[in-house]
């Protein structure tokens, strides 16, 4: 088998990270990537869907399939000792998305009174 097409990723971290329906999977070259460089990179995965101000959470499944939240740094080096392999789930401001952008958290929070963002 070659792997001349796709590269050799032993060893290598691959982020797959879910926005809706959509699902993305990153070899990362740089196994030191901090929160900041995690979170810009997926806003360049998902560029319709996730903008500088949206509140991210992210989250990852462990062995007994909860969803562990990924909030900092110190988080993230967490979730990469646990998996070569970090299969992440992108909540934004709280939600889960149905599928791409959902216009609900905008709508919602007009009709409950509160500004949008």
Same mark, same amino acid.
């Not at 879910?18 to 979170?39: A, C, K, Q, W």
């Not at 909860?66 to 988080?75: E, F, R, V, Y």
């Given at each position: 088998?070659?792997?001349?097409?796709?590269?050799?990723?032993?060893?290598?971290?691959?982020?797959?990270?879910?926005?809706?329906?959509?699902?993305?999977?990153?070899?990362?070259?740089?196994?030191?990537?901090?929160? $900041?460089?995690?979170? /810009? &990179?997926?806003?360049?995965?998902?560029?319709?869907? @996730? !903008?500088?101000?949206?509140?991210?959470?992210? +989250?990852?499944?462990?062995?007994?399939?909860?969803?562990?939240?990924?909030? $900092?740094?110190?988080? /993230? &080096?967490?979730?990469?000792?646990?998996?070569?392999? @970090? !299969?992440?789930?992108?909540?934004?401001?709280? +939600?889960?998305?149905?599928?791409?952008?959902?216009?609900?958290?905008?709508?919602?929070?007009?009709?409950?009174?509160?500004?949008?963002?």
């Amino acid at each position: 088998v070659s792997t001349q097409s796709t590269g050799d990723l032993t060893g290598m971290l691959i982020i797959k990270a879910r926005l809706g329906e959509e699902v993305r999977r990153v070899p990362i070259h740089n196994e030191d990537i901090t929160y $900041d460089e995690l979170l /810009l &990179m997926l806003q360049r995965l998902f560029p319709k869907s @996730l !903008s500088v101000n949206d509140e991210v959470l992210l +989250k990852y499944k462990d062995e007994d399939g909860d969803l562990i939240t990924i909030a $900092d740094g110190s988080d /993230l &080096m967490y979730a990469k000792a646990y998996s070569r392999t @970090l !299969s992440l789930t992108i909540f934004i401001n709280g +939600k889960r998305q149905a599928g791409g952008r959902s216009e609900y958290n905008t709508k919602y929070e007009e009709r409950a009174g509160a500004a949008p963002r």
